[in-house]
């Protein structure tokens, strides 16, 4: 697994009290907010695959919430230095952080918890049909197997 150029993951903060807890996800004035278009939750149960999506105009600012994820980013953008480079992230209860997703690349996950993970997405713009192409999560485009590999 290798890096992919103008991806970010930046380490977030949990403020734990005796009523529950504060999880910070993104600021307007943080050095990586860029615009605000939509933000939603996506909810996946243990074991599945939400996958593959590549955005053409927006960026994606992924936080998990609850529960543990498998991200898997591959970088398709022709012009990238990092063409073609597959990176693996495992964030979530375990490791809290922002990814911030770039243009071009694609992106799916897998929930690893043992309950259903929660993923929040703030995006630079607002849903727009046709704006996402999709790919086969288990297809041949991507060169990934999801399969649990034991290490």
């Known amino acids: 697994m290798k890096d992919i150029k103008d991806l970010v993951i930046k380490p ?3 403020i734990p009290d005796e009523r529950g807890a504060i999880l910070h996800m993104l600021r307007r004035d943080d050095e990586v907010f860029t ?3 939509e933000i939603y939750f996506s909810i996946a149960y243990p074991g599945v695959i939400k996958g593959w999506h590549e955005h053409t105009k927006q960026v994606q600012n992924y936080a998990v919430i609850q529960g543990m994820i498998k991200l898997v980013l ?3 953008r022709e012009n990238s230095p990092t063409y073609r480079n597959l990176l693996e992230i495992f964030t979530g209860d375990l490791n809290y952080a922002l990814v911030q997703i770039p243009v071009g ?5 897998k929930c690893i918890a043992d309950k ?3 993923v929040a997405n703030c995006s630079t713009l607002p849903h727009e049909q046709g704006e996402m ?8 485009d991507i060169p990934y197997n999801w ?3 034991n290490k």
């Not at 690349?105 to 996950?109: F, Q």
């Not at 192409?133 to 041949?140: F, L, N, V």
């Open 133 to 140: 192409k999709r790919y086969d999560p288990i297809g041949k």
């Open 74 to 76: 591959f970088d398709n």
């Open 116 to 118: 259903p993970c929660i």
């Open 147 to 149: 399969d649990l590999i």
């Open 12 to 14: 977030l903060k949990k």
């Open 35 to 37: 615009e605000f278009g």
């Open 105 to 109: 690349v694609v992106n799916g996950y």
